[in-house]
């Protein structure tokens, strides 16, 4: 349901809530938040609460520090796993200069930017989520560790699937925020995870995939584990992805052949924003983890593939992400690609149906690769003119390791 903020201030007055956290990311797509006390939020709405930028990730420094948050009343949801009574809402923030214009490192308005750019040319980018992480257990003094939860493998079951519990309470504590999650199982490492989405505008699929990171933690916390979301927690085991489902409605045929070209067209140079860690190069080429960039139906050892769905399920999977990105920009620079591909009606190159895994080295050569390390995804992305056109200098300054 979408609020006013005159809606909101009574529903805090009549639901008795407590705190409200104002919510947004660094560039980095790590989530921060303020608390105010409810007699604050009048004025968080018309002024917004002013926040130390010097202390956070790619937003300044003691020179230029003050930002402010100005919460978006659609957003709110209440957090089900605190206190009944004294509640604890979340709302996502727009972050300002103080002469009112937008931070140019607020990574959501960035997402906003490129779904006004698609809306303007007539396309409509639809995104689903699918998140794998592990489970680990704790030391005795709490701390985490790399001892996997369980030792079950791919969508096995209760009592060798010792995470069918955390992962259900996860499920209906998502379902209790208003997000839908569409399946769940175990993944094949132990005690690794995925939750999958349904299909939803692009903000709120990027807004649920930062939230969902927080709910797997929180309810790990409460029983007693550790969520792991790092590309590649454990050498030798599956690592894990932040498998992107995407699809597109807007004129024109071959929408989603145009889309997908777009997107393998600049996916060297996004990868950077995509794959933002050193274990992000560890994961990529093993354990289906795609190297080559290629697409087809039904692989999964492709970087795209398509799923075996039709009519409204339809739908083109990039399987390189991982969980360290931010979703805010890798979304955004989804939509620019594709529609960069829509709007020059980019041919698709040829389907490669072989499995990239175990193809002889001259069945490959004519493919080329993602970036492998950090270094070189940097190095392509400081290159970059499509990245220059959509981002910052000092965005993508931000990531860059040389």
């Known amino acids: 349901m979408k609020y ?9 007055q009549e639901e008795d ?8 990311c660094d560039v980095l797509g790590r989530p921060k938040n303020i608390s105010i006390m409810p007699q604050e939020l009048e ?19 003691e020179v230029h520090s003050d930002l402010f948050l100005h919460p978006d009343p659609a957003t709110i949801s209440v957090l089900p796993w605190r206190p009944e ?5 979340r709302m996502f923030c727009a972050i300002t200069y103080p002469d009112g214009t937008p931070f140019i490192h607020d990574t959501r308005n960035l997402l906003k930017k490129a779904i006004a750019d698609a809306s303007d040319a007539g396309y409509t980018f639809a995104f689903g989520s699918e998140m794998e ?19 079950a493998t791919y969508m096995d079951v209760s009592p060798e699937d010792r995470c069918e519990n955390v992962r259900r309470e996860i499920c209906l504590t998502l379902e209790q925020m208003g997000i839908q999650p569409e399946s769940s199982h175990h993944e094949e490492g132990p005690g690794q995870n995925e939750v999958d989405f349904r299909y939803s505008d692009a903000l709120a699929a990027a807004d649920n995939a930062v939230t969902f990171c927080t709910v797997v933690k929180t309810i790990a916390a409460r029983n007693g584990l550790w969520a792991d979301f790092s590309p590649k927690p454990l050498p030798g085991k599956p690592g894990s992805g932040f498998h992107i489902n995407m699809s597109v409605q807007g004129p024109g045929e071959n929408r989603m052949q145009h889309m997908m070209a777009g997107i393998l067209n600049r996916v060297g140079e996004m990868t950077l924003f995509l794959n933002p860690s050193e274990g992000s190069y560890q994961r990529l080429g093993s354990h289906k983890a795609p190297k080559y960039i290629s697409w087809s139906y039904d692989n999964r050892s492709q970087l795209i593939r398509i799923p075996a769905a039709s009519g409204e399920y339809r739908r083109c999977e990039l399987r390189s992400p991982d969980c360290t990105a931010n979703p805010y920009i890798a979304f955004a620079l989804l939509i620019w690609a594709g529609l960069e591909g829509l709007q020059e009606k980019m041919p698709l190159p040829e ?34 003119a499509f990245l220059k056109r959509h981002l910052p200098e000092s965005l993508v300054a931000c990531f860059c390791k040389e």
Do not use: W
């Open 4 to 12: 006013t903020p005159q809606e909101v201030m009574q529903f805090i």
């Open 17 to 24: 809530v407590k705190f409200i956290r104002l919510a947004f």
């Open 43 to 61: 004025r968080a709405f018309k002024y917004g609460i002013a926040l130390d930028a010097s202390a956070i990730a790619g937003f300044g420094d």
């Open 85 to 89: 009574h004294g509640r604890v809402v």
């Open 133 to 151: 992480f592990y489970l680990f257990k704790l030391d005795e003094n709490g701390e985490p560790t790399t001892i996997p939860y369980d030792n």
């Open 351 to 384: 389907a490669c149906s072989v499995n990239l895994f175990t193809a002889a080295q001259h069945d490959l050569s004519h493919l080329q690769t993602l970036p492998l390390s950090l270094t070189t995804a940097s190095r392509q992305a400081d290159a970059s």
